[in-house]
């Protein structure tokens, strides 16, 4: 709004709030003169049911297991549409529970939304693992939380003469007794979860530069199973979707992120009059960048005459040393093929898919009709550290996707890279442009 200027709508905006998720129906939209010469935007609409329960299945973004997932949602909590929410999911095989509670303030989909969130997750495995002292026997091994130790005492070298023995002894009761606690190694020791804080701002660049980004901060601290901690800080920005339309109906987008972040370790050193700390910090950066096209191909008899689709999506992820390990497990899942074996720990990684979508109809009255057919191609080229060999995998297969009661299900067929046939079922759409 300008002054002797018409009124501007801008559709883009609108659409922002009408689809924010406050409203069910709107009515009437109508912009409406003011006494002091504004405008006002008068909507006539129906809010939708402020308070949400609802469960799902879905697959851990640290350990990969399959999850249960409760969450309960209260919108438009002071009717300017801010929203509670607390989400609690827990796999079958999981010693603990991952929980979420997060507020928000989405601005009705406009800039300047946030997020805070306080979180509990779960990102180890079952086994306690035991702190093992370099060059010690296996019945020196413990699992107690208590970190091996040491002691070192000033001794000269004994001889088979008993005088030297016992001169040796009266020296060694003497000298005075350092205790050295052994450095905890954070890099070998199994994780167990991770706490802390985020918070999310929307679209912290301009909407004239860039239409979609976000930008996050997290504070954590995280467990290992024999009690050793790490606390961390990162901050992460993204931008994107930048969404483009290509000549016969195609479409392609692309997508960044990046975050840097700092470790910080903790060294104690025992003796017996004072325990010293040293912190170290172990900085590191990772990013990652992701494309998809979508080419229709030809239309078909089917309902609405859906066409043949070829879709392609490439990714890189690449990051530095010091990567923390629940992150660099993290990298790996997202970079899993289809059917493949896990691929663990993963600092950087080349990963394409290509599917052929053929759509097809189930002869069945009152069905929503969305099956496919889909051939698919996938390869991946990664490293699991800086100093790993590359290695590769790559399968191609057949699958079908349905949606049962508005559940998206998904079949695959794969021959592996390791010449094995395997077939997995999933939920989910198909990645779209």
């Known amino acids: 709004l300008e002054p002797g200027k018409p009124f501007r709508w801008d559709a883009t905006r609108w659409k922002s709030v009408s689809g924010s998720g406050i409203f069910t129906r709107v009515l009437k939209a109508s912009p409406q003169p003011t006494e002091d010469g504004s405008v006002q935007m008068l909507i006539v609409a129906q809010e939708a049911p402020a308070r949400h329960l609802e469960y799902g299945v879905g697959r851990s973004l640290y350990t990969g297991a399959w999850e249960g997932e409760l969450d309960f949602e209260h919108g438009n909590l002071f009717g300017g549409g801010e929203t509670v929410g607390l989400s609690v999911r827990r796999g079958a095989k999981e010693a603990q529970p991952s929980v979420r509670v997060r507020f928000s303030d989405d601005h009705f989909g406009l800039d300047g939304g946030y997020e805070v969130e306080a979180f509990s997750d779960f990102i180890g495995g079952e086994t306690r693992a035991s702190l093992i002292v370099p060059g010690a026997k296996d019945e020196a091994q413990t699992d107690s939380a208590e970190p091996a130790s040491l002691v070192v005492t000033d001794q000269s070298p004994t001889t088979t003469s008993s005088t030297s023995t016992s001169v040796a002894a009266a020296r060694a009761e003497e000298a005075p007794e350092i205790e050295v606690v052994m450095e905890p190694d954070y890099d070998t020791d199994l994780l167990k979860n991770r706490r802390g804080t985020t918070f999310r701002l929307q679209n912290p660049i301009d909407v004239d530069?860039?239409?979609?980004?976000?930008?996050?901060?997290?504070?954590?601290?995280?467990?290992?199973?024999?009690?050793?901690?790490?606390?961390?800080?990162?901050?992460?920005?993204?931008?994107?979707?930048?969404?483009?339309?290509?000549?016969?109906?195609?479409?392609?987008?692309?997508?960044?992120?990046?975050?840097?972040?700092?470790?910080?370790?903790?060294?104690?050193?025992?003796?017996?009059?004072?325990?010293?700390?040293?912190?170290?910090?172990?900085?590191?950066?990772?990013?990652?960048?992701?494309?998809?096209?979508?080419?229709?191909?030809?239309?078909?008899?089917?309902?609405?005459?859906?066409?043949?689709?070829?879709?392609?999506?490439?990714?890189?992820?690449?990051?530095?040393?010091?990567?923390?390990?629940?992150?660099?497990?993290?990298?790996?899942?997202?970079?899993?093929?289809?059917?493949?074996?896990?691929?663990?720990?993963?600092?950087?990684?080349?990963?394409?898919?290509?599917?052929?979508?053929?759509?097809?109809?189930?002869?069945?009255?009152?069905?929503?009709?969305?099956?496919?057919?889909?051939?698919?191609?996938?390869?991946?080229?990664?490293?699991?550290?800086?100093?790993?060999?590359?290695?590769?995998?790559?399968?191609?297969?057949?699958?079908?996707?349905k949606s049962i009661q508005g559940i998206p299900v998904r079949y695959d067929l794969c021959y592996t890279w390791e010449g094995k046939i395997r077939g997995t079922v999933g939920l989910g759409r198909d990645f779209e442009a």
């Open 209 to 401: 530069m860039i239409r979609h980004s976000s930008a996050s901060c997290s504070i954590e601290r995280t467990t290992t199973h024999s009690g050793l901690h790490e606390n961390l800080g990162s901050c992460t920005l993204s931008l994107g979707p930048f969404e483009k339309q290509l000549p016969l109906q195609a479409r392609s987008n692309l997508d960044f992120k990046v975050t840097t972040g700092t470790r910080v370790q903790q060294k104690q050193v025992y003796n017996t009059d004072e325990l010293l700390d040293r912190f170290q910090l172990k900085p590191y950066a990772s990013a990652s960048a992701t494309t998809r096209q979508t080419f229709p191909l030809l239309s078909t008899n089917t309902a609405n005459k859906r066409a043949v689709v070829l879709a392609l999506r490439h990714a890189v992820t690449t990051s530095t040393p010091n990567l923390p390990r629940h992150e660099a497990r993290a990298q790996g899942i997202s970079n899993t093929i289809r059917d493949s074996t896990e691929n663990g720990m993963v600092s950087s990684a080349l990963r394409g898919t290509t599917e052929l979508r053929i759509p097809v109809d189930i002869p069945k009255i009152q069905t929503q009709q969305d099956g496919k057919i889909v051939f698919f191609g996938d390869w991946l080229f990664a490293t699991k550290s800086m100093n790993s060999p590359i290695y590769k995998k790559s399968s191609v297969g057949v699958g079908l996707r």
